[in-house]
């Protein structure tokens, strides 16, 4: 899908007929798979140089380098988490994994909406299952967070069971886990976000959690698509539980900013930019109702500013995906760089500073990039 992704490393001969006009002709879901290929060979530039000391922070206990993650979607299967963590990643999250191995939807199920810089998918929770996952990351240390992002199986009787085959299966192995019921490719996974689900849901979770060798931070990935009585009740539940953050937020269904364009009509989740105002508003809305619990932010980062903007509405760390799609890998380091630059301008020393500056504004609405 980082069709994009590969320009720096056209110089391979191996790689040479991948052009960027070529890759932007080809199926995303294949320049996806030349994408993870090149990574997997060894093939990505790495960062040179240490983050600034203005971009360390912590998070539920785990020190991050920068507050700038790469979210789940990319390496499904955990082939690539070393080379993007190389390439200066904070933290790398792969999955979704589901307990048993699954196709995922017929194809094509991946869709860019060039003209929005936005992508549609409805890949389902496409993936080699926990045994494969788990096979490449035993005994694997990454110079970052890593997160292993974990869903159910279309097909299963009991989608909560599944949550809980992931906690046991990956608790000693990721520095922490996010558990997925916010996609909306799976039929029936969104009920989980639901007052008397999500109780179930948690309550078994966070008791698999309690009987692992370490205490791993758990977070809950919510959708956009929620209204505010609907945030009122996660909240709650989410605040009557030991759980340790939010993901906010996975992709939306609607499409009113993207409506007339090409592909705007596929199914599936939108993501990208296109999605940044409204993902933005939920995470506000969710600190404004959770108080100090970390969130990690997630939605149409695609510029410094909008980088920013999250950790303003309340985010104490970002993460991205579909922006790389349209702004190559060098995106990573003008995110850290516009950073940096805006800590310096409010005469801050550290990131942490400038989390939920504009949280109220965000919330009502009224805030807007510049």
């Known amino acids: 899908m980082i069709f994009s992704a590969l320009s720096p490393l056209l110089r391979i001969p191996a790689l040479s007929g991948l052009t960027r006009e070529a890759l932007l002709n080809m199926d995303a879901e294949t320049a996806h798979g030349a994408t993870i290929t090149a990574l997997r060979l060894g093939l990505a530039p790495e960062q040179s140089h240490a983050d600034r000391a203005e971009l360390r922070t912590t998070l539920c206990g785990l020190n991050l380098t920068n507050p700038i993650g790469m979210g789940a979607g990319f390496d499904k299967n955990a082939e690539v988490p070393r080379p993007l963590a190389l390439m200066g990643f904070g933290m790398v999250e792969i999955g979704t994994v589901t307990p048993r191995p699954q196709a995922g939807n017929p194809k094509p199920r991946l869709f860019r909406i060039g003209a929005a810089e936005g992508v549609i998918n409805r890949m389902g929770f496409n993936n080699e299952g926990h045994d494969a996952a788990f096979a490449r990351l035993k005994g694997q240390r990454i110079p970052a967070a890593l997160g292993v992002n974990i869903g159910a199986n279309k097909d299963s009787e009991d989608f909560v069971f599944d949550y809980v085959l992931g906690v046991q299966r990956f608790a000693d192995l990721a520095d922490y886990l996010t558990i997925n019921v916010s996609s909306p490719n799976t039929p029936g996974l969104r009920n989980l976000q639901a007052d008397e689900a999500l109780r179930r849901l948690l309550g078994e979770v966070l ?17 956009p698509d929620l209204d505010e009585a609907a945030l009122d009740a996660i909240a709650a539940v989410v605040l009557a539980t030991d759980l340790d953050g939010l993901i906010v937020s ?13 592909n705007a009509a596929e199914t599936g989740g939108l993501s990208g930019k296109p999605l940044f105002d409204l993902s933005t508003r939920r995470l506000a809305q969710m600190r404004q109702r959770v108080g100090a619990l970390p969130i990690i932010g997630v939605g149409g980062v695609h510029s410094p500013q909008s980088a920013l903007a999250k950790i303003q509405a309340g985010a104490n760390a970002i993460q991205l995906y579909s922006a790389m799609v349209f702004g190559g890998l060098d995106m990573l380091d003008r ?36």
């Open 335 to 370: 995110l850290k760089r516009g950073l940096v630059a805006a800590i310096r301008a409010e005469g801050k020393t550290n990131i942490s500073d400038l989390v939920g500056t504009q949280v109220d504004d965000w919330a009502a609405g009224r805030a807007r990039l510049n």
């Open 207 to 223: 008791a698999a959690r309690a009987k692992a060798k370490t205490r791993i931070p758990v977070f809950l990935k919510i959708a």
């Open 250 to 262: 996975n992709t939306t269904i609607t499409r009113d900013t993207v409506a007339g364009l090409d």
